[in-house]
């Protein structure tokens, strides 16, 4: 038994088979819905030339029609089937991992999809309502374009910032590779490094929105890992096999008495 108890101490613990690991395809699928609508669908009302030209770039109510309502409304729709996405993965994730272990960084990482999808829910609404009032949208004259640039401020980051809940949870999975031995250490490392480089970004650019670029596709990238990987997401509980390993020679010295 002591002999047992170790290996698993050092992160031999089984994890479940691929074929019960499908429930990850919706951190797949979260991450990639959510880089989607952030990313490919951030619609700006600036012009390649305009890119070209350089220097800050500022709107002005004067750009609101220069805004595509096509662009708006696909980050709208595609960002709220991430947040369904990330919900399902929480619960998934409770189900699956938690009930079987006593691990804090567990529930962070659970923790942090909550954060994000709360986040991201008004972010994604604030594209669609632009997309709503906006210019070719149906509901188009309910605001003039001061009131327009309001809700464009909102969209400014309003589907980044949120992502950093998401960040918090590709932490709390290197914590599981390193503290506790659940989780890939190689895939540890590679999220512990992600992380630090947008911390770093924080403090050096005070940019609020980093996490936006890299949330999604971290977040895809580490479930296809633990989906595909060998070892997945390791179950039980390190404290647990240690009481069982302790309670062994307790059972050994009492067998005699019988």
């Not at 992502?163 to 989780?183: C, D, I, P, Q, Y």
Request: hydrophobic letters at 50%.
């Amino acid at each position: 038994m002591s002999q047992i108890t170790a290996a698993r101490d050092r992160g031999s613990r089984p994890s479940a088979p691929r074929g019960g690991r499908l429930w990850l395809l919706w951190g797949v699928a979260a991450g990639l819905l959510g880089f989607a609508a952030t990313i490919l669908f951030d619609v700006r009302p600036w012009t390649e030339a305009d890119y070209e030209r350089g220097g800050v770039l500022i709107a002005a109510a004067e750009d609101m029609p220069n805004l595509d309502p096509t662009g708006n409304r696909f980050g709208f729709l595609l960002g709220f089937a991430a947040v369904a996405c990330l919900l399902v993965l929480h619960g998934a994730w409770r189900v699956r991992t938690e009930r079987v272990q006593t691990s804090v960084a567990s529930r962070v990482f659970s923790a942090g999809l909550v954060t994000s999808a709360a986040g991201l829910t008004f972010g994604y609404a604030w594209k669609g309502t632009l997309a709503l009032y906006g210019h070719g949208g149906p509901e188009f004259g309910s605001f003039d374009d001061e009131g327009l640039l309001v809700f464009y401020a909102l969209t400014d980051f309003g589907a980044f910032i949120p992502w950093f809940g998401v960040l918090v949870s590709l932490g709390a999975l290197a914590a599981m590779a390193w503290v506790e031995r659940s989780v890939s250490r190689i895939l540890g490392t590679l999220l512990a490094g992600l992380v630090l480089l947008v911390v770093a970004g924080y403090i050096v650019t005070g940019v609020p929105g980093l996490a936006g670029p890299v949330g999604g596709l971290g977040l895809a990238f580490a479930a296809l890992w633990l989906l595909v990987g060998r070892r997945g997401v390791a179950v039980g509980d390190r404290a647990q096999t240690r009481s069982v390993g302790a309670a062994a020679p307790a059972a050994s010295d009492a067998e005699p008495l019988r």
